[in-house]
């Protein structure tokens, strides 16, 4: 017909693969949270339930959430910046960054229901909302409740990246900045951890990585031709 726009086949097989790859990490990041759930359900009512068992998953989840969190960052402004490695090309750099971040939401989700049902805590719902009405390491945890906010809008721009305008998704994906420092800041000042030597290192390294990718990033620096493309916009 007069005045339609041609179809583009190629086009078409591009966003019909790129949301197949969107859907396969929803549903990893479901199974994910579904095992998380079972396990807490389990460590706290199970047959061999008891406390210790339930602080050890919500450490164990924490310390994960926070790995993928920065993996999610770091990858993601790898691809910004077209960096890699043998093997690690755009497209699977991206796939990293994006499954990674889909991981990290779910193992949070793990790590706050471990603490909401964790009987030596005793931290309620609101606690963990908010975070600066609890009693232990209020500022501490008030970073980890806006860290946890912070992720999962940015999680949620990831679903809707194809629906919204470019501007409003690029300033709300940009929260992971902030978000990660605020994650960095709650596992170092409410972590049990953070005064053995390994978990010192690790954080520092981790830090370390994300100032040097932000760094290559600052106003003026040029920015490699093709690069942030993101697959499906």
Known sequence: HLGQRPVNPAGHRSRAAEVARLMTSWKLGA???????????????GPAASSAQTWHLLRAAGIVA???????????????????APGLGPSRLFELHRV??????????????????DPWIGFGLLDIVTGFTASYRPLALFAGAL?????????L?????????????????RLAFPGYLLALLHGMAAGSDTGRPLFLAWYGLSAGSIAGMLVLRLPGRVRPEGAGDVPGR
Request: charged share 5%.
């Open 100 to 117: 990674s971040g889909v991981l990290a939401a779910a193992f949070l989700a793990g790590h706050l229901a471990a603490v909401l049902v």
């Open 66 to 84: 926070y790995v993928l969190f920065w993996l999610s960052a770091l990858s993601g402004m790898a691809f910004y910046l077209r960096l890699g």
């Open 147 to 155: 860290a946890a906010w912070v992720l999962g809008i940015v999680t």
């Open 31 to 45: 199974c994910t949270v579904a095992a998380l759930l079972a396990a807490v359900a389990l460590t706290r009512y």
């Open 157 to 173: 721009t990831t679903a809707f990246a194809g629906r919204l305008l470019y501007a409003t998704w690029l300033n709300l994906h």
